[in-house]
């Protein structure tokens, strides 16, 4: 079977006006008046071409055209330009194959669903326009990342997904275990020896534990892989199995840190604009009329750079709008961030220097004595993009602030070691891809990003 991609036609057409070609896909849409048929035919690409069939030069034409929607076909014909037609060519069918009949429970039959519903079919539903245009962009977003790491000479590291360190501290972590519950249940006790690891163990919940030892040996890294969270958290912008990026780079400070950042958001919108230009068009239309402008926005201007401090200073004077109390040292609400992205700047914002007591134990303490050098990224929409900070290099400070908390230190020896051979000013961030993915597509609800969602007390397949 020799196809041609509608895409590759799409870039073409001209070139194969009049000739013969050979097309495959499945039906959008299949109209009969009568002698003569349309089927809208979607091969996977974004844009779908529209078949003719006639009756006079089909001797299956009544079997195609009582064809339901999703049905597969085979479709060799004339491809004939069209400079007057909505669509700028058609083709002529010579010879329609039926591959494979679609039932008439196919949940797609009519266009117009809402998300919701489309949610309820995580199997059928990036076979519609909508979905089709978020998981294309998406998988051009991984790469995007992919080629600015690389290009860089960034190195990509796979760590553990199943680990004994809880890199936030937070204990949000699935445990993993072969233990039968039943019988710990009955026993009244657990013996993690007895268990597969023989010892306790869970989902990451981060690979920066693991891959800060070996940014060591490279110097620059990058991971990009399947992240867990097991926080009770029912918004639009957790989930509890998400994709995180993490890239950790040595002699380098939070300033540094934060130029790579910016670069790195820029660099993808620009990717998405230059590869995805009909699904951006697509969901500008129906998803969020703002999209373009404010993507264009990010990627023509600075970003923010502001304290902590600052930030609250700016949230108390307008304390009033919130629901959430304002103060210095409280861990910002998402309504607080977005005050400042979506009213105030209008722009992303790099919130910097953190008080110590709502971060994590890894970050650099500032001279202050009561802030760490870290940074969140928020933009408008969305919030929180990115976490990040320098890394505490000092060894005595870092193990000083993990007594502090109680933390098992000798179970993270792997980690301060670092300290000891030869350390150096480091620093890194996380992106939470899925809600880069939401920036890039409007999309308001993170279930909505990803193909089959996992979100607290919800799990389909
Ligand atoms: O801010 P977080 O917790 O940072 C870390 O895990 C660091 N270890 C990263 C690092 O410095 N290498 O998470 C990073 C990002 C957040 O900014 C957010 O975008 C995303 O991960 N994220 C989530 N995304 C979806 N669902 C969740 N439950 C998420 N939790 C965090
Ligand atoms: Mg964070």
Same mark, same amino acid.
């Given at each position: 079977?020799?196809?041609?991609?509608?895409? %590759?036609?799409?870039?073409?057409?001209? %070139?194969?006006?009049?000739?013969t070609?050979?097309?495959?896909?499945?039906?959008?849409t299949?109209?009969?008046s009568?002698?003569?048929?349309?089927?809208?035919l979607n091969?996977?690409n974004?844009?779908?071409?529209?078949?003719?069939?006639?009756?006079e030069?089909?001797s299956?034409y009544?079997? #195609?055209?009582?064809?339901?929607?999703?049905?597969?076909?085979?479709?060799?014909?004339?491809?004939?330009?069209?400079?007057?037609?909505?669509?700028?060519?058609?083709?002529?069918?010579?010879?329609?194959?039926?591959?494979?009949?679609?039932?008439t429970?196919?949940?797609?039959?009519?266009?117009?669903?809402?998300?919701?519903?489309?949610?309820?079919?995580?199997?059928?539903?990036?076979?519609?326009n909508?979905?089709?245009a978020?998981?294309? #962009?998406?998988?051009?977003?991984?790469f995007?990342?992919h080629?600015?790491?690389?290009?860089?000479?960034?190195?990509y590291?796979?760590?553990?997904?199943?680990t004994?360190?809880?890199c936030?501290?937070?204990?949000?972590?699935?445990?993993?275990?072969?233990?039968?519950?039943?019988?710990?249940?009955?026993?009244?006790?657990?013996?993690?020896s007895?268990?597969f690891?023989?010892?306790?163990?869970a989902?990451?919940?981060?690979?920066?534990?693991?891959?800060?030892?070996?940014?060591?040996?490279?110097?620059?890294?990058?991971?990009?892989?399947?992240t867990?969270?097991?926080?009770?958290?029912?918004?639009?912008?957790?989930?509890?199995?998400?994709?995180?990026?993490?890239?950790?780079?040595?002699?380098?400070?939070?300033?540094?840190?934060m130029?790579?950042?910016?670069?790195?958001v820029k660099?993808i919108?620009?990717?998405?604009?230059?590869?995805?230009?009909?699904?951006?068009?697509?969901?500008?239309? #129906?998803?969020?009329?703002?999209?373009?402008e404010r993507l264009?926005?990010v990627?023509?201007?600075?970003?923010?750079r502001?304290?902590?401090?600052?930030?609250?200073?700016?949230?108390?004077?307008v304390?009033?709008?919130?629901?959430?109390?304002v103060?210095?040292?409280v861990d910002?609400?998402?309504?607080?961030?977005?005050?400042?992205t979506?009213?105030?700047?209008?722009?992303p914002?790099?919130?910097?220097n953190?008080?110590?007591?709502?971060k994590?134990?890894?970050?650099?303490?500032n001279?202050?004595?009561?802030?760490?050098?870290?940074?969140?990224l928020?933009?408008?929409?969305?919030g929180e993009?990115c976490?990040?900070?320098?890394r505490?290099?000092?060894?005595?400070?870092l193990?000083?602030?993990?007594?502090?908390?109680g933390m098992?230190?000798?179970?993270?020896?792997?980690?301060t070691?670092?300290?000891?051979?030869?350390?150096?000013?480091?620093?890194?961030?996380?992106?939470?891809?899925?809600?880069?993915?939401?920036?890039?597509?409007?999309?308001?609800?993170?279930?909505?990003?990803?193909?089959?969602p996992?979100t607290?007390?919800?799990?389909?397949?």
């Amino acid at each position: 079977m020799k196809r041609i991609e509608i895409r %590759d036609l799409y870039k073409r057409y001209k %070139d194969y006006d009049g000739k013969t070609i050979t097309l495959c896909g499945w039906a959008r849409t299949v109209r009969d008046s009568k002698n003569i048929g349309f089927i809208e035919l979607n091969d996977g690409n974004f844009k779908s071409c529209q078949i003719v069939v006639e009756r006079e030069k089909l001797s299956n034409y009544e079997e #195609i055209v009582k064809q339901n929607v999703g049905a597969s076909f085979e479709v060799k014909g004339k491809l004939i330009v069209t400079p007057n037609a909505k669509q700028p060519f058609e083709v002529n069918a010579d010879e329609v194959v039926v591959l494979g009949e679609s039932a008439t429970d196919y949940p797609l039959q009519k266009k117009g669903h809402t998300v919701e519903f489309l949610r309820s079919i995580p199997t059928i539903r990036a076979r519609g326009n909508l979905f089709n245009a978020v998981f294309k #962009i998406r998988s051009s977003a991984a790469f995007a990342i992919h080629r600015f790491f690389q290009d860089r000479n960034f190195v990509y590291l796979n760590t553990p997904i199943i680990t004994s360190s809880d890199c936030e501290g937070a204990g949000q972590m699935f445990q993993v275990t072969t233990l039968d519950l039943d019988r710990v249940a009955k026993e009244g006790k657990v013996d993690y020896s007895k268990d597969f690891f023989g010892r306790k163990v869970a989902m990451t919940v981060s690979g920066q534990l693991h891959e800060e030892p070996i940014t060591h040996a490279f110097g620059k890294t990058y991971t990009f892989g399947p992240t867990f969270r097991a926080e009770n958290s029912n918004t639009t912008r957790h989930a509890a199995e998400f994709w995180m990026m993490e890239p950790e780079i040595c002699f380098c400070d939070l300033d540094g840190l934060m130029d790579i950042e910016e670069e790195m958001v820029k660099y993808i919108i620009n990717y998405i604009f230059e590869h995805c230009p009909d699904e951006l068009l697509f969901l500008n239309n #129906i998803v969020d009329k703002g999209l373009i402008e404010r993507l264009k926005n990010v990627k023509d201007n600075d970003f923010v750079r502001l304290d902590y401090t600052e930030a609250i200073k700016m949230l108390e004077k307008v304390k009033d709008r919130f629901e959430f109390p304002v103060y210095w040292g409280v861990d910002l609400q998402s309504e607080h961030e977005r005050y400042l992205t979506e009213q105030v700047y209008k722009k992303p914002v790099f919130l910097m220097n953190y008080p110590t007591e709502i971060k994590a134990f890894y970050m650099r303490q500032n001279d202050d004595g009561k802030t760490v050098a870290a940074v969140d990224l928020l933009v408008p929409g969305i919030g929180e993009l990115c976490g990040g900070s320098q890394r505490e290099e000092r060894y005595d400070k870092l193990v000083a602030r993990m007594n502090e908390l109680g933390m098992k230190v000798e179970e993270y020896k792997y980690y301060t070691d670092l300290r000891r051979y030869g350390t150096n000013i480091h620093s890194g961030f996380g992106l939470g891809f899925e809600r880069m993915v939401m920036y890039l597509t409007g999309i308001a609800n993170i279930r909505d990003v990803e193909l089959y969602p996992r979100t607290v007390g919800s799990l389909m397949y």
